[in-house]
């Protein structure tokens, strides 16, 4: 087996991580949002120089068999608004009066639309209807459209939205310099009845991601193609699979940062046996909770984009404004935890780079949890003294306390806002494991885990990375719905042979023979007042129990398997004491200071054990054990945590 590498480019950092005969390696680098391009190819550059002790990405890629890559620029570029001017000609049910019913619907449309909309009526002779399109076209030009969606309503919008195509190619055709992109709804997702506003909006929300990442995947793959890689880039989806750029869908990049970490979390969880988790991932501005049951990722059958309820199915992501850059201020005596963040620039007090807020960075430098010269692999020293001063005019004064007190309470505070996210959305059941990751996910697990009710923790090895590391489990695959009319095997038969045709068409533009995928199909309906979903077989025979049913859909998966990261294998193992490599004077929770012992992560072994508390180090993580929690290292270099001492 050749490398695997796969990449998560993030707003501040993207991370790499690469498989070699076994061994795993990562890396981070700065992310560059004017070039992404740039930091694509520097995280390869630093995945190399860990592999072979230089610089040699022309002999990584040459020796790599898949990158896989998600990002978050889709995500960004909704959050921030930036992509194309884009404009809607819609009729009857796709109104704009009819998608803006929210406040958040009525921001997001008033930011991507805005003015630029028009009503048709295909109501008329071809002759007529071709002249109000042309009338439409040249309106929503001048208005500054760069993009067009069509969604139309009705019974026949189908026919119609491709009639409308048809004359507008006839006055605009496509080779053209003027020619302006247009998106059927239809063709992006599947026509239900009553679902025009979902249909409309996910139109739209792909166009306005399309052009930036068409532009920024295809530069990313032309970069490797200099390399003359033997495999095309696949990009990982929000909905676990991974796929070739050009069979992508700008929408399902979408949040496929955060689902890279899920699907980390879900195969640790088939490979370690439990069934019950959430996760924990902490970034700078903010904590991202997932949830997983029966070892399936909790999903909604319409996901939600920034409020905005759309066709595609999305894992439930629940998001705090609470990260290790969030923004700490008092109010009425009370500390306030975010949600607005310093961000990486000027960043928490202690970067020493302008910012004069206080953060949970700042506190934890104080308390003691962080050496100021080997923070973030020795790449960034921290400034104490801008820390204490930020916390004492910020916090301190106002709550009348001393900066020690003022940290303590800053702890509590954002441990109480996470754990307080992980109660709403998240589970505390009975054996519920908290997964924690991300760069300051393992410093506040336990502490997040006591106010959640959590007995028992894990903070992976490649924490600091784990998005990045989730994407390795990844498969080729695509994933489709139809709607069934007919309750007949016949209706049946014909709908699972028109999307086994879509199926292999997609598969051969990925390199594969349909008959070297899996194949999976099933039926969802609703019945008695509940959704149902059963597996069908290859014949097209419908199932029993399906009369009277409403609401028929048949989905069909069909996955190409390929190699994955790898997970040792786990038994018991004995006890060890570890060796600190030394000890760090830490605020503990009666507010007094006491040394800790100091763990390097690399230099520990499989059945290293000890209790808090603790600090163990990796070149980009912390992670704290508290007084009464006890930790153990396993085979894959994992730390497994258990409140008093409970397995």
Same mark, same amino acid.
């Given at each position: 087996?050749?490398?695997?590498?796969?990449?998560?480019?993030?707003?501040?950092?993207?991370?790499?991580?690469?498989?070699? %005969?076994?061994?795993?390696?990562?890396?981070?680098?700065?992310?560059?949002?004017?070039?992404?391009?740039?930091?694509?190819?520097?995280?390869?550059?630093?995945?190399?120089?860990?592999?072979?002790?230089?610089?040699?990405?022309?002999?990584?890629?040459?020796?790599?068999?898949?990158?896989? @890559?998600?990002?978050?620029?889709?995500?960004?570029?909704?959050?921030?608004?930036?992509?194309?001017?884009?404009?809607?000609?819609?009729?009857?049910?796709?109104?704009?009066?009819?998608?803006?019913?929210?406040?958040?619907?009525?921001?997001?449309?008033?930011?991507?639309?805005?003015?630029?909309?028009?009503?048709?009526?295909?109501?008329?002779?071809?002759?007529?209807?071709?002249?109000?399109?042309?009338?439409?076209?040249?309106?929503?030009?001048?208005?500054?459209?760069?993009?067009?969606?069509?969604?139309?309503?009705?019974?026949?919008?189908?026919?119609?939205?491709?009639?409308?195509?048809?004359?507008?190619?006839?006055?605009?055709?496509?080779?053209?310099?003027?020619?302006?992109?247009?998106?059927?709804?239809?063709?992006?997702?599947?026509?239900?009845?009553?679902?025009?506003?979902?249909?409309?909006?996910?139109?739209? &929300?792909?166009?306005?991601?399309?052009?930036?990442?068409?532009?920024?995947?295809?530069?990313?793959?032309?970069?490797?193609?200099? @390399?003359?890689?033997? #495999?095309?880039?696949?990009?990982?989806?929000?909905?676990?699979?991974?796929?070739?750029?050009?069979?992508?869908?700008?929408?399902?990049?979408?949040?496929?940062?955060?689902?890279?970490?899920?699907? *980390?979390?879900?195969?640790?969880?088939?490979?370690?046996?439990?069934?019950?988790?959430?996760?924990?991932?902490?970034?700078?501005?903010?904590?991202?909770?997932?949830?997983l049951e029966g070892k399936q990722i909790r999903e909604t059958r319409h996901g939600?984009?920034?409020?905005?309820?759309?066709?595609?199915?999305?894992?439930?992501?629940?998001?705090? !404004?609470?990260?290790?850059?969030?923004?700490?201020?008092?109010?009425?005596?009370?500390?306030?935890?975010?949600?607005?963040?310093? *961000?990486?620039?000027?960043?928490?007090?202690?970067?020493?780079? *302008?910012?004069?807020?206080?953060?949970?960075?700042?506190? @934890?430098?104080?308390?003691?949890?962080?050496?100021?010269?080997?923070?973030?692999?020795?790449?960034?020293?921290?400034?104490?003294?801008?820390?204490?001063?930020?916390?004492?005019?910020?916090?301190?004064?106002?709550?009348?306390?001393?900066?020690?007190?003022?940290?303590?309470?800053?702890?509590?505070?954002?441990?109480?806002?996470?754990?307080?996210?992980?109660?709403?959305?998240?589970?505390?059941?009975?054996?519920?494991?908290?997964?924690?990751?991300?760069?300051?996910?393992?410093?506040?697990?336990?502490?997040?885990?006591? &106010?959640?009710?959590?007995?028992?923790?894990?903070?992976?090895?490649?924490?600091?990375?784990?998005?990045?590391?989730?994407?390795?489990?990844? %498969?080729?695959?695509?994933?489709?719905?139809?709607?069934?009319? /007919?309750?007949?095997?016949?209706? &049946?038969?014909?709908?699972?042979?028109?999307?086994?045709?879509?199926?292999?068409?997609?598969?051969?533009a990925e390199g594969f023979d349909l008959e070297d995928c899996k194949v999976s199909?099933?039926?969802?309906?609703?019945?008695?007042?509940?959704?149902?979903?059963?597996?069908?077989? =290859?014949?097209?025979?419908?199932?029993? *129990?399906?009369? !009277?049913? /409403?609401?028929?859909?048949?989905?069909?998966?069909?996955?190409?398997?390929?190699?994955?990261?790898?997970?040792?294998?786990?038994?018991?193992?004995?006890?060890? /004491?570890?060796?600190?490599?030394?000890?760090? #004077?830490?605020?503990?929770?009666?507010?007094?200071?006491? %040394?800790?012992? &100091? @763990?390097?992560?690399?230099?520990? =072994?499989?059945?290293?054990?000890?209790?808090?508390?603790?600090?163990?180090?990796?070149?980009?993580?912390?992670?704290?054990?508290?007084?009464?929690?006890?930790?153990?290292?396993?085979?894959? =270099?994992?730390?497994?945590?258990?409140? #008093?001492?409970?397995?």
């Amino acid at each position: 087996m050749g490398i695997l590498v796969s990449i998560d480019n993030g707003g501040t950092l993207t991370d790499g991580c690469a498989v070699v %005969d076994g061994n795993i390696y990562h890396t981070k680098t700065l992310t560059t949002p004017y070039d992404l391009t740039g930091c694509f190819i520097e995280v390869l550059k630093g995945l190399s120089e860990k592999i072979y002790g230089e610089s040699q990405i022309h002999k990584l890629l040459n020796e790599t068999d898949h990158i896989r @890559y998600s990002t978050t620029q889709g995500t960004n570029a909704v959050v921030e608004r930036k992509g194309p001017r884009l404009g809607l000609i819609h009729s009857g049910k796709t109104a704009p009066s009819k998608l803006t019913k929210s406040g958040e619907e009525k921001e997001l449309f008033a930011s991507m639309v805005g003015e630029r909309s028009i009503s048709i009526s295909t109501k008329s002779s071809d002759a007529k209807l071709g002249v109000a399109v042309v009338e439409a076209v040249n309106s929503l030009i001048a208005q500054g459209a760069n993009r067009l969606v069509l969604s139309l309503s009705g019974d026949d919008l189908q026919e119609q939205e491709r009639r409308v195509r048809n004359l507008m190619l006839r006055q605009f055709p496509g080779h053209l310099l003027g020619a302006v992109p247009l998106l059927l709804s239809h063709e992006l997702v599947e026509v239900y009845p009553g679902d025009e506003r979902r249909r409309t909006w996910s139109a739209v &929300l792909n166009s306005f991601l399309h052009s930036e990442m068409e532009r920024f995947l295809y530069n990313a793959e032309g970069a490797l193609r200099k @390399y003359r890689t033997r #495999n095309p880039l696949l990009i990982f989806r929000n909905d676990g699979n991974s796929t070739r750029v050009a069979k992508t869908v700008a929408l399902k990049t979408f949040s496929s940062s955060p689902r890279g970490g899920l699907e *980390g979390v879900q195969a640790m969880a088939k490979h370690y046996g439990f069934k019950s988790a959430v996760s924990m991932d902490i970034g700078g501005t903010t904590t991202d909770v997932g949830v997983l049951e029966g070892k399936q990722i909790r999903e909604t059958r319409h996901g939600n984009v920034k409020g905005i309820t759309v066709s595609f199915p999305l894992s439930s992501i629940f998001s705090v !404004g609470a990260g290790g850059s969030s923004i700490f201020r008092v109010k009425k005596g009370k500390v306030i935890v975010g949600p607005d963040s310093v *961000g990486a620039a000027p960043g928490p007090a202690c970067f020493g780079r *302008g910012g004069t807020e206080a953060t949970i960075t700042d506190a @934890y430098l104080i308390a003691g949890l962080f050496d100021p010269e080997t923070f973030s692999g020795g790449e960034l020293q921290l400034d104490i003294d801008r820390a204490r001063n930020a916390i004492k005019k910020k916090i301190a004064e106002p709550l009348g306390v001393d900066i020690e007190d003022a940290v303590q309470a800053m702890q509590l505070a954002y441990h109480q806002k996470i754990a307080g996210n992980i109660a709403e959305h998240g589970s505390s059941g009975k054996g519920t494991i908290l997964i924690a990751f991300g760069g300051a996910g393992p410093l506040s697990a336990c502490g997040v885990a006591e &106010l959640a009710g959590l007995d028992k923790i894990i903070v992976p090895s490649r924490a600091a990375v784990f998005s990045a590391f989730g994407i390795g489990f990844s %498969d080729i695959a695509h994933s489709y719905e139809n709607r069934l009319t /007919k309750g007949t095997d016949a209706a &049946l038969k014909e709908t699972m042979a028109n999307m086994t045709r879509h199926a292999r068409r997609d598969m051969f533009a990925e390199g594969f023979d349909l008959e070297d995928c899996k194949v999976s199909s099933t039926l969802t309906f609703e019945k008695g007042g509940k959704e149902k979903t059963v597996a069908l077989n =290859k014949r097209g025979v419908m199932p029993k *129990g399906v009369k !009277g049913a /409403k609401d028929m859909r048949v989905q069909m998966k069909v996955v190409r398997p390929i190699a994955h990261f790898p997970l040792e294998k786990i038994g018991k193992l004995a006890d060890r /004491k570890p060796r600190a490599v030394g000890k760090r #004077n830490g605020l503990q929770s009666d507010g007094s200071f006491a %040394d800790m012992p &100091l @763990y390097q992560l690399d230099k520990l =072994k499989p059945g290293d054990a000890g209790v808090g508390p603790a600090l163990i180090e990796e070149s980009y993580f912390t992670c704290r054990i508290l007084d009464g929690w006890s930790y153990k290292v396993n085979e894959n =270099k994992d730390i497994i945590i258990n409140r #008093n001492g409970r397995a």
